[in-house]
């Protein structure tokens, strides 16, 4: 079994949470993540695809869209505002899709779990991919694309999901 620990999450203030909301950076490509922004200085977008506030014509990869990521979160972190929780925890989510419901726990994960195979990926991720999201984590010195985990019945964790939906 994987070891967990909580963190203290950064969220938006309550009121400006439906304007920070933004589907996922893999999801969109830079164009759909234009249209998506566009007209909202707090879309998340404007920190997960910060190549939309650039030209056209630049790279995805390159070191601007990195420093204006982190840019964007500070703003963000200022203007939204984003809020840090007082102490840390763990985070449940639930997800319902055509009949199927998971529930997985947001929480510190071990890398080392994760490269043995403790932890088991959902699917391959390339390694282009892996690189530009540890690069966007350590410019913003945060983790703003978290990979949710779900995990086998667990009777204790069980019991917790009933307790807080």
Do not use: W
Not at 39 to 59: K, M, Q, T, Y
Not at 71 to 98: F, I, Q, T
Not at 106 to 117: F, I, K, T, V, W
Request: glycine share 4%; charged share 30%.
């Amino acid at each position: 079994m994987a070891v967990i620990r909580p963190f203290r999450a950064v969220r938006p203030d309550p009121l400006a949470a439906p304007r920070v909301a933004a589907v996922p950076y893999d999801v969109v490509d830079a164009e759909e993540a234009r249209a998506l922004a566009g007209g909202n200085p707090l879309s998340f977008l404007h920190v997960s695809r910060a190549e939309i506030d650039l030209p056209a014509e630049v790279d995805a990869h390159a070191d601007i869209v990195y420093r204006t990521a982190s840019e964007r979160y500070r703003a963000l972190k200022r203007d939204a505002p984003l809020v840090e929780d007082a102490e840390a925890a763990l985070y449940l989510y639930h997800l319902d899709s055509n009949g199927h419901g998971q529930t997985g726990v947001a929480a510190c994960y071990s890398l080392a779990e994760y490269d043995g195979d403790v932890i088991k990926k959902h699917e391959r991720t390339r390694k282009d991919k892996e690189d530009d999201r540890t690069r966007h984590i350590v410019e913003l010195r945060a983790q703003t694309g978290p990979v949710f985990l779900a995990y086998r019945p667990v009777a204790l964790i069980d019991q917790l999901a009933r307790h807080v939906r």
